[in-house]
């Protein structure tokens, strides 16, 4: 993976930078000790680091207007960071950039129950946004596997899912408004309260446009009312085609599950050992979750059991009460760490059309042996999301490289099925230079169009998205003169 | 008016046009613009429907009621419920799947499950220099890239025709029920649909008819499911009127969706949106001829008479689009609400980068 080389005429001006920003900014929102630097060297894609010139954390949109003010004048690349919990690398530095952190944003500004709102500082966490309104019976609905620890800054910028988007829709469909910081330090507020006023939607695109456009400092979400109760189903087949045929029938029928999750056989067989949830030892395994009143929820799983009967089912696993949902979610909710015993892994997220799903996961098992490489697949199965981990032996010499030569090619098989490179975790620098294999040149360019509007110099998170190659004339911005 | 046939032959038209462009589908949202006229209606055609994977890719031009029929064969529909406005704007024609995307067209179950661009999940497009573009996809979770879906719905055809669309579609459900809350005043019917959208009932339409007095609440999904919670609601919305619970009212929600009770009224036509708890306000601000709620009061529809700048009488925050009146009136006003001065230069930078020669519906969106 290649990382632009760094600008020397941008780090000699280091000096003159902090002494600009620690006018704007109290001493403790800069960071510019190489020790310290260290902490903001990579996201949760572990694989590639580098500390910045110098982080920064302000507190308020006005500091964030200065900071960006400022590095604008000074040509500095701007690289934003929520939590920094990305698989892509979406905060991945360069040694010639200014890490804005949010982490010091993290206040409730507003909840408002009567139009089913709340404004957030974008440095709050995610679970702790259904935190301040759970009591009330209130929740935020995409649940990003990593939300106790991630940022809405960052569920914005990477256009965060979940288990439950199947029913509630991902980032986008619930956010409803901004408080955005652009590069040049103007504050602009975009969408609010109330739902789409007319005009371009420029909201749409700035939500899951990876920090390229603007730092998001406020947002406004949907929240909802918390369902009366929720229970899942499990199911077990003896083979991939026959579990995507009950998904695909189960989705026909009209029932809207709030997940559907599947484990192949590596997955199911690492789970169990490692949780012990009980998992009958199948080919493929199928966790169907429903919500309503006691009574809705009975009718719903009565009538997905029918649909699965059909399907000549090796197990079939209704939960009665908590602790046996409870159960049923055990292994799968310990499927990354049960990975993580065996072996290290990588976590890989494209999407393809549920149809496909029996064909891309043969076509998995056939690679996996080409690479020699094992790899188990846990998959939001209702939208198409899968994630592959693929083990491999991060000591042993060349077996990353492997490893990443495996992932690339299973996630232009996604392509190749009609799916996608990411489903939410967002392209980063770890597809970047996938991308010409999913859209044209042309329609790259209309994307990089879009970044030229926003942010006309290239300052903000400017290596990542796109294939370096295609964005390198734009990146060569001015630096200014002494 | 010119007609085209392909994709090619709209990159073709579009590349060597000489002028503006009006871009239109079956020309039934009255939208005004200057130009030749440009139809897409010839482009028109189901490319490929999963039911299984509740995704559905035509061709723009394809007429709604074409997909209707296809989707109730199924048993599926488009949850979002766009508007017909032919009897609202006096329109013929039949309204296209492009045009429902391309105005963002959403009806009452906005509330609950999104609107036009939230089922949008890809487009094909050609952009004001006849270059063709593709974004998005047909999977329902997508992050690859910019997404320029979400920029093309609404855009009203001006940074790009669309030419293809990949769309989300859901089941149809097995029965519905309305809770009607009646002799209620706006002040207590958005208190009444606050509460009913705030309820765990997943609500699927909260609108209110201020003649009538009489506040709305739907519910939908299998039948023993729908029978309990309009049970519920009832109970819930006991304390603000008088509740009754009908069945079978699938028309009055299309009247709803479709404002047909300001067809056929002299005056034009405010679509308004705010927050629901400020609608008491705004509707005071208004001083219209008659109003309808919807979306459990965030959504206003206000008959004005011609040639009334409504804008200038509000104060709430949200915006007002001009979606009925005279050529005069929509020139002097514009049709959507201005924005303020570094969005209107952001949404001006990208009508010049994706329509350089500014030949797409020129003037229509500023």
Redesign the interface.
């Known amino acids: 993976m290649q990382m632009p080389v760094p600008n020397p005429a941008i780090l000699a001006r280091k000096a003159r930078l902090v002494s600009r920003l620690s006018q704007v900014l109290p001493g403790d929102a800069i960071i510019e000790d190489d020790s310290e630097t260290r902490a903001y060297e990579c996201d949760a894609l572990t694989a590639y680091k580098c500390p910045p010139m110098l982080a920064v954390l302000p507190s308020t949109t006005n500091e964030v207007s200065d900071v960006l003010r400022i590095c604008h004048e000074e040509g500095v690349p701007v690289v934003p960071r929520g939590a920094g919990t990305s698989l892509a690398g979406g905060a991945l530095p360069t040694a010639d950039c200014v890490i804005l952190g949010v982490a010091r944003m993290n206040e409730v500004l507003e909840v408002d129950y009567d139009n089913r709102v709340i404004r957030v500082q974008s440095g709050r966490t995610n679970l702790s946004v259904s935190g301040a309104v759970e009591e009330d019976g209130f929740f935020y609905a995409p649940d990003p596997s990593s939300q106790l620890a991630c940022a809405i800054a960052g569920n914005i910028a990477m256009n965060s899912g979940g288990a439950h988007c199947l029913k509630y829709g991902v980032t986008t469909n619930n956010l409803l408004g901004v408080t955005m910081v652009m590069m040049d330090g103007t504050v602009v507020e975009i969408g609010g309260a109330h739902l789409d006023a007319g005009g371009l939607d420029l909201l749409g695109v700035i939500c899951g446009s990876e920090g390229q456009l603007g730092v998001v400092t406020e947002a406004t979400l949907r929240i909802l009312r918390k369902p009366e109760g929720a229970r899942p189903v499990l199911m077990g087949f003896d083979s991939n085609e026959v579990a995507g045929a009950c998904v695909s029938d189960i989705i026909k029928s009209g029932i809207l599950p709030v997940a559907i999750e599947f484990m192949d056989r590596p997955c199911i067989r690492a789970c169990e050992a490692f949780a012990k949830a009980g998992y009958p030892d199948c080919e493929a395994l199928l966790i169907v979750e429903v919500e309503g009143s006691e009574d809705e929820i009975t009718w719903q799983l009565n009538k997905i059991i029918e649909i699965a009967r059909r399907h000549d089912p090796v197990e079939l696993r209704e939960a009665q009460d908590a602790d046996e949902a409870g159960r049923i979610w055990l292994g799968r909710k310990s499927a990354f760490g049960a990975m993580g015993q065996i072996n290290d892994y990588m976590c890989l997220d494209g999407t393809i059309p549920v149809s496909s799903l029996p064909f891309v996961l043969r076509r998995i098992g056939e690679l996996s042996k080409e690479f020699g490489l094992d790899v188990a697949n846990v998959f939001h199965a209702g939208d198409g999301n899968m994630h592959p981990l693929i083990l491999f032996d991060a000591n042993k010499p060349g077996d990353l490289e492997t490893c990443e030569a495996f992932g690339a090619e299973i996630l232009k098989l996604c392509v190749e099925a009609g799916g996608c490179l990411t489903g939410e975790h967002g392209v980063g620098v770890e597809k970047r230079d996938l991308m010409l294999h999913q859209y044209d040149p042309a329609d790259l360019e209309a994307q990089l169009h879009v970044k030229d509007v926003f942010d006309p110099n290239w300052l903000l998170n400017p290596a990542k998205v796109f294939p370096l190659s295609v964005t390198e004339t734009r990146r060569v911005a001015p630096v200014a003169a002494e | 008016m010119s007609m085209v046939a392909t994709e090619a032959d709209l990159a073709e038209q579009i590349k060597t046009a000489q002028g503006p462009l009006r871009v239109q589908g079956g020309g039934t949202r009255g939208l005004s613009g200057v130009g030749e006229p440009l139809s897409v209606s010839g482009l028109s055609g189901v490319e490929l429907y ?6 559905l890719v035509v061709k723009a031009g394809t007429p709604v009621v074409q997909i209707r029929e296809v989707l109730a064969a ?2 599926q529909r488009l949850a979002f419920e766009p508007a017909d406005l032919r009897g609202l704007l006096g329109t013929q024609g039949a309204p296209t799947i492009g045009a429902v995307f391309a105005t ?1 067209s ?1 009806g009452p179950r ?2 609950q499950c ?2 036009a ?2 089922h949008l999940l890809g487009v094909r497009f050609v ?1 004001g220099q006849g ?5 998005g ?15 093309m ?3 009203h055809g001006t ?1 790009g025709v669309l030419t293809e669309v990949s769309l989300k579609v ?5 029965a519905e029920a309305s809770v009607l809350v009646s002799g209620v005043d706006l002040a207590s019917a958005v ?1 009444t649909m ?1 509460a009913a ?4 009932f ?1 609500v699927t339409g909260a609108a209110y008819d201020p003649e009538a007095q009489v506040a709305r609440v739907r519910v939908e999904g ?1 039948a ?2 729908v029978s ?1 919670r309009a049970v519920q609601l009832q109970k819930l919305l006991a304390g603000f009127g008088e509740v009754a619970v009908e069945e079978e009212t699938s028309a009055d929600w299309a009247d709803v969706r479709d404002v047909t009770a300001f067809a056929g009224r002299a005056g034009d036509v405010w ?1 308004v ?5 400020d609608a008491v306000a705004a509707a005071e601000q208004m001083q219209a001829d008659a109003l309808q709620f919807d ?1 459990g009061g ?2 206003i529809w206000a008959l004005v008479p011609e040639g009334t700048d409504l804008r200038a009488r509000l104060s709430v ?3 007002a ?1 001009l979606i009925r009146g005279s050529g005069e009136t929509r020139e002097r006003l514009g ?3 201005p ?2 001065a ?2 209107a230069a ?2 001006a ?2 009508r010049q ?2 329509d350089p020669r500014g030949i797409l519906n020129p003037g229509l ?2």
């Open positions: 999963e039911p299984g994977a509740l995704t199924e048993n963002n959403s906005r509330i999104g609107a661009r939230d952009d270059q063709v573009i593709k974004n996809g047909r999977v329902m979770k997508n992050v690859t890239g910019y997404d320029l879906v979400k920029l719905a609404g855009a940074l859901l089941p149809q459900t097995e208190q606050s959208l705030g309820s765990p997943d299998f023993d499911s309990y679509r949106s705010m927050k629901p708890t979306w965030g959504l925050p949200g915006g689009t049709m959507f609400p924005e303020p570094p969005l952001i949404s930078g990208l980068k994706f969106m500023g």
